[in-house]
């Protein structure tokens, strides 16, 4: 046979990049132990952003702000484990991952979410950006937080990730402070919507609703949502704010 003929005829058109999300997650551990976890044989990611006051980082001969690539984008990254958003599941096929190095913690039922540092924001802002420029399909609502995706199962990148702050660079999705004003108000005087249709909402922005049949089923995803959307008040508890919010994004990316 003659060798294949790569040259030729190449569709220019009919295909598209397996990548529709952009997902974010912290590390939970130092820079160290963060580097062991994910270069070995049980998870893995694509970018590795590590927070310059680190004493581990400094140990390894690094002063200013790096990012690490650890897997090549074109291959499949072992970073967001069981995961549904939309009408897709199994998120590692379809995902960029981006670790962050930041050490919260998890002890006897309390969390502890430090914040991230100015020069780790400075340089996820970048990264996310060149990401989202070379990958058109990824869409405001696809940037999301491992806790957006694994409902329950997971809450990082935490509250103390400035997902509005970032926002405003042109990173993920945000709602109109107006339309959730309006939605505030009218659910303050009215009482917020009955749980069936707060559920519709939140199936309509993309998180999965299968589990939240149940209380703690639906706590744990006002929770995931507040982490993102309501950082203040993340306590899984639906209040008028939080209806608010969640009713203003599905007004603003799904009309």
Same mark, same amino acid.
């Given at each position: 046979?003659? &060798? $294949?003929?790569?040259?030729?005829?190449?569709?220019?058109?009919?295909?598209?990049?397996?990548?529709?999300?952009? *997902?974010?997650?912290?590390?939970?551990?130092?820079?160290?132990?963060?580097?062991? #976890?994910?270069?070995? &044989?049980?998870?893995? %990611?694509?970018?590795?952003?590590?927070?310059?006051?680190?004493?581990?980082? /400094?140990?390894?001969?690094?002063? =200013?702000?790096?990012?690490?690539?650890?897997?090549?984008?074109?291959?499949? @990254?072992?970073? @967001?484990?069981?995961? +549904?958003?939309?009408?897709?599941?199994?998120?590692?096929?379809?995902?960029?991952?981006?670790? *962050?190095?930041?050490?919260?913690?998890?002890?006897?039922?309390?969390?502890?979410? &430090?914040?991230?540092?100015?020069?780790? $924001?400075?340089? $996820?802002?970048?990264?996310?950006?060149? *990401?989202?420029?070379?990958?058109?399909? $990824?869409?405001? %609502?696809?940037? !999301?937080?491992?806790?957006?995706?694994?409902?329950?199962?997971?809450?990082? &990148? =935490?509250?103390?990730?400035?997902?509005? #702050?970032?926002?405003?660079?042109?990173?993920?999705?945000?709602?109109?402070? #107006? %339309?959730?004003?309006?939605?505030?108000?009218?659910?303050?005087?009215?009482? *917020?919507?009955?749980?069936?249709? /707060?559920?519709?909402?939140?199936? %309509?922005?993309?998180?999965?609703?299968?589990?939240?049949? +149940?209380?703690?089923?639906?706590?744990? /995803?006002?929770?995931?949502?507040?982490?993102?959307?309501?950082?203040?008040?993340?306590?899984?508890?639906?209040?008028?704010? +939080? #209806?608010?919010?969640?009713?203003? !994004?599905?007004?603003?990316?799904?009309?």
């Amino acid at each position: 046979m003659k &060798p $294949i003929n790569y040259n030729k005829y190449r569709a220019t058109k009919v295909f598209n990049s397996r990548v529709r999300f952009l *997902i974010f997650h912290y590390t939970a551990g130092n820079f160290s132990s963060s580097v062991n #976890a994910l270069t070995g &044989p049980n998870v893995s %990611t694509h970018y590795l952003v590590p927070d310059i006051t680190d004493p581990s980082y /400094l140990k390894a001969g690094y002063t =200013g702000q790096e990012v690490f690539s650890l897997v090549d984008e074109t291959k499949r @990254a072992w970073h @967001a484990g069981v995961s +549904t958003w939309g009408n897709r599941s199994n998120l590692n096929d379809t995902s960029i991952g981006v670790e *962050i190095v930041n050490r919260a913690t998890y002890s006897q039922g309390v969390f502890n979410f &430090p914040p991230y540092q100015p020069e780790q $924001i400075a340089a $996820i802002e970048e990264l996310a950006l060149n *990401i989202l420029e070379r990958y058109p399909d $990824i869409s405001p %609502t696809l940037v !999301l937080g491992h806790s957006d995706i694994a409902v329950g199962r997971k809450s990082d &990148p =935490g509250p103390k990730f400035p997902w509005h #702050a970032l926002y405003l660079k042109g990173v993920g999705a945000w709602f109109d402070d #107006a %339309t959730r004003d309006a939605y505030l108000q009218q659910y303050n005087e009215t009482g *917020i919507p009955a749980r069936s249709d /707060l559920l519709k909402l939140f199936k %309509t922005y993309g998180y999965d609703v299968s589990r939240a049949s +149940t209380e703690q089923g639906f706590s744990q /995803l006002v929770r995931a949502f507040q982490l993102h959307f309501r950082p203040q008040t993340y306590d899984g508890v639906m209040d008028a704010q +939080t #209806a608010a919010n969640l009713a203003a !994004l599905v007004h603003k990316y799904f009309p």
